[in-house]
């Protein structure tokens, strides 16, 4: 007997199972998570989707954020930190991962407020950029100069229009695997803008010119490497990077929804995500500081308006950033709708007016924070050192010590260990440095 139904009747000493009218219903509803188990259910989100909803996931506002970190580490500090979170990254997806596979749930989110919050600063973040840069990228396609005067360079009024028109729709759609498609669009965008991002290094002269002369200040720009670099900006360095790949609320409703779901298959997921991800991520963030080096922008596309007006890439790379934020914001809110409904109306079932309400309100909640939040790097600082920082590191660590069975000296035990630590140290300090750095500068 499974969740009420009888699976075979079978009369004494009959072995053989007697297939009832009832059990393919049942079957369907089984989910056993095992290594290298396979559910029944056949269909699903594919292999390929999966990745793509993932990366997507990972990837958004934080790719234009990371030159601006490495400006504050340096190229041999980013480059350490980055493969450090990368990897920490990676081994708290496969304690997630372990753990369903040694409870044998299904993967489903937690129904705790702890999925909300964070992902209502993911999307701010994502709608921020849209905030920001659609304006601009208006004014560049129609050549006209940003006076702030006509409708499409408000950007708070384009930011509620796209939110109505696009993000909406989007996010009404019922399961997740819809969004496979837009995913991979996203994809193909932020490698576009790795892309022009390389190409640019060489179109920028250096020292950079304003007004025909070099820039004044204490800082000049020479054609020299610089390994080592300090300043305010690196207090945003490690908050930028956790930001950056964060996808952690997001994995198990990928998991949940992937055809013929294993710990392993999603574990190669996962590490394919991440390592793509990463792999972009490096390239961007190093040829965006090489060509502005100490004055690469919080938001690096900003840089490009000084010295590259009217450039037919920077407008079109402008537009494909846009669009890959926009794509990723549906995808974002799916596990912060999943939770919210856990959360106040408990397991019953899919209710369309639940559904449709839950995302007006998560929706409208995010879009206030995006239009009233002064600065990108506040959301990637306080953001990165606080919700990232738990959902990346110390949950992790902290879950998979409480429940699973191994031993407390096994790897992973001391790993996950070593996870709690380094999130809340690392947690503490960038706050902190944070903080005194607001006090600090006038």
Not at 59 to 73: D, W
Not at 257 to 277: A, D, F, H, T
Not at 344 to 360: E, Q, Y
Request: glycine share 8%; with cysteine.
């Amino acid at each position: 007997s499974c969740n009420g139904v009888n699976l075979a009747e079978r009369p004494a000493g009959q072995s053989k199972l007697v297939v009832t009218p009832e059990l393919p219903v049942v079957l369907s509803r089984i989910s056993p998570i095992r290594e290298g188990s396979v559910q029944p259910r056949t269909t699903g989100a594919s292999f390929a989707s999966s990745v793509f909803n993932l990366m997507n996931a990972i990837m958004g506002s934080g790719i234009l954020g990371l030159a601006y970190a490495m400006a504050g580490t340096g190229i041999v500090g980013f480059c350490t930190l980055l493969v450090l979170v990368a990897f920490l990254a990676a081994f708290s997806l496969h304690l997630l991962l372990k753990l369903c596979d040694e409870t044998g749930e299904s993967p489903a989110p937690d129904n705790t407020f702890l999925q909300v919050h964070p992902k209502l600063s993911s999307m701010s973040s994502y709608l921020f950029i849209l905030k920001s840069e659609l304006p601009a990228a208006i004014c560049s396609l129609l050549g006209v100069e940003n006076t702030g005067t006509v409708w499409y360079e408000n950007g708070k009024l384009l930011l509620v229009m796209i939110t109505v028109f696009v993000v909406l729709p989007l996010s009404l759609l019922p399961k997740i695997g819809f969004l496979g498609y837009t995913s991979s669009i996203s994809f193909i965008f932020i490698l576009y803008f790795t892309v022009v991002v390389v190409v640019k290094k060489w179109s920028i002269p250096c020292p950079l010119p304003q007004n025909g002369t070099r820039l004044r200040g204490t800082f000049e720009v020479g054609l020299k490497y610089r390994l080592r670099h300090k300043e305010s900006g690196g207090a945003y360095a490690i908050p930028t990077m956790a930001f950056s790949f964060l996808c952690h609320t997001a994995i198990l409703p990928i998991y949940c929804e992937l055809q013929r779901p294993s710990k392993s298959k999603m574990q190669n997921i996962s590490n394919i995500g991440i390592g793509l991800s990463f792999l972009l991520y490096f390239i961007s963030a190093l040829f965006g500081y090489l060509t502005f080096y100490g004055h690469v922008k919080s938001e690096l596309l900003l840089g490009y308006d000084y010295y590259l007006l009217g450039d037919i890439m920077v407008m079109s790379v402008r537009v494909a950033i846009l669009l890959s934020v926009l794509l990723t914001v549906p995808l974002i809110h799916f596990p912060a709708r999943k939770a919210m409904i856990l959360l106040l109306f408990g397991g019953r079932s899919f209710s369309w007016r639940i559904h449709i309400i839950s995302t007006l309100i998560i929706l409208s909640v995010v879009l206030m924070l995006a239009i009233f939040v002064p600065d990108i790097r506040t959301v990637f600082g306080i953001v990165g050192s606080t919700t990232s920082t738990c959902l990346l590191f110390i949950f992790p660590g902290i879950f998979y010590l409480k429940i699973s069975r191994s031993s407390l000296k096994s790897v992973d035990s001391v790993g996950a260990l070593l996870l709690v630590i380094f999130g809340v140290m690392m947690g503490v300090i960038s706050l902190s440095t944070i903080i005194i750095t607001w006090i600090m500068t006038p």
